[in-house]
């Protein structure tokens, strides 16, 4: 029963996950107002817990499931996979500095200053961390089916 708990949560995490880095992606194509301004710490926010969440909970899977540890470390889809969530956590520090930088604007009531060069570099990082997220989708599909074990 805790594998099948443990497997929901941690699947639930990456649909919320991949779901907030979408909103992100959208909120950010136009001009940013109060509202959008607002949804985009409220999506960053709900990125950070989950990625937080599909984290511990993955871990909590590796050593307290029916294939253990051994399994996963020795699962190459499995190591590939958590390179790439590493390597989306670094990208997302841009966009979260970004974001967290307008809360004293938000709270005077003012839309922040969100010029093209910032889009764009903004939304790039996105676009890369989705694309990291379709590979770790592709390396879990791979593990789960014994592809790749070096073990």
Do not use: N
Request: net charge positive; aromatic share 10%.
């Amino acid at each position: 029963m805790l594998s099948a708990i443990l497997a929901f949560l941690h699947h639930a995490a990456a649909f919320v996950l991949f779901g907030a880095l979408m909103a992100e992606l959208v909120l950010t194509k136009s001009e940013l107002s109060l509202t959008s301004a607002r949804s985009l710490l409220r999506m960053d926010a709900a990125y950070g817990i989950s990625a937080m969440l599909l984290l511990v909970v993955g871990f909590a899977r590796v050593f307290h499931t029916e294939k253990g540890a051994a399994y996963y470390f020795g699962s190459a889809p499995f190591l590939i996979k958590l390179s790439l969530f590493a390597i989306a956590g670094l990208l997302s520090i841009k966009p979260t500095r970004e974001f967290l930088s307008w809360r004293k604007i938000l709270r005077e009531q003012r839309a922040p200053a969100f010029d093209e060069a910032k889009r764009s570099a903004i939304r790039r990082h996105i676009h890369i961390q989705l694309t990291l997220m379709l590979g770790i989708m592709l390396c879990a599909a791979l593990m789960a089916r014994g592809i790749g074990f070096v073990g």
